[in-house]
């Protein structure tokens, strides 16, 4: 949470607006862990019931039984960022707001899958631009995270929240928790859906993806089906011989 400036501001504005309200901050340098904890504790009321907490949010201990109502990362990078989104998913966070930053894992693959295929892909025009990959790169990772959510019962939208002459890392994604589920029909659509996506940018790997337990290559699914559907025919119980008179 760096500097919490905005965990200070949203745990004030919350507190105006509901009671009991406790946020907790993830910072993983523990020397600015103990300077905001101390600012906190001398701004008094309501700031006594904000904590900041050493650590990542990946590795981060929370009591089961406690229910987290909002989420927010702001420019996590790389995939601290998945690692925030499941992590609110996993804790049944109604709201779960992020802003990603540093999109390395899927640009690192983008870039081995068109140095393979650059000649047939229908990017190639547009791809072999460095600056327009970088940008495909955020594009593609931060809309698997969107169908990622959808996925786990979420609703999202993916919008800019700042202006561009302030920062370029500048995309919000937002969802909430869906109150009714989708249907099984819905969730399989959402999941081709995802694995097209991955496929036409040659993904095999995505943080949240794996956190989720998602495939995202259609070949291995359809593998996954075949082992599955194998492993049932051989669970069956052996037909008996029966006779006809």
């Not at 901050?25 to 309501?46: F, M, S, T």
């Not at 925030?84 to 779960?96: C, L, P």
Request: charged letters at 25%.
């Amino acid at each position: 949470c760096g500097r919490g400036y905005l965990t200070f501001a949203l745990h004030a504005y919350l507190s105006q607006k509901y009671d009991q309200v406790h946020s907790y901050g993830v910072e993983i340098r523990p020397g600015l862990v103990q300077e905001i904890n101390g600012i906190a504790r001398e701004l008094g009321q309501p700031f006594d019931s904000l904590q900041f907490l050493q650590g990542s949010i990946e590795d981060f201990q929370f009591d089961e039984d406690k229910i987290i109502d909002v989420l927010i990362a702001l420019h996590a990078c790389d995939t601290a960022t998945d690692d925030a989104i499941s992590f609110g998913i996993q804790h049944g966070a109604k709201v779960i707001v992020t802003a990603p930053c540093c999109h390395k894992q899927v640009r690192r693959q983008l870039d081995g899958y068109l140095s393979k295929k650059n000649s047939c892909h229908p990017y190639q025009d547009l791809l072999r631009h460095n600056i327009y990959r970088e940008r495909i790169a955020e594009s593609v990772t931060d809309s698997l995270r969107a169908l990622l959510l959808e996925i786990a019962g979420y609703n999202v939208k993916v919008f800019e929240f700042v202006g561009g002459e302030h920062t370029s890392k500048n995309v919000l994604i937002a969802a909430t928790k869906r109150t009714t589920a989708r249907s099984p029909t819905q969730q399989t659509e959402l999941r081709g859906r995802l694995r097209t996506l991955a496929e036409m940018h040659g993904i095999r790997q995505q943080k949240l993806a794996d956190l989720l337990a998602e495939t995202l290559s259609i070949e291995e699914n359809k593998n996954d089906d075949l082992s599955k559907k194998r492993q049932w025919t051989r669970s069956m119980p052996p037909m008996k011989e029966s006779r006809i008179l």
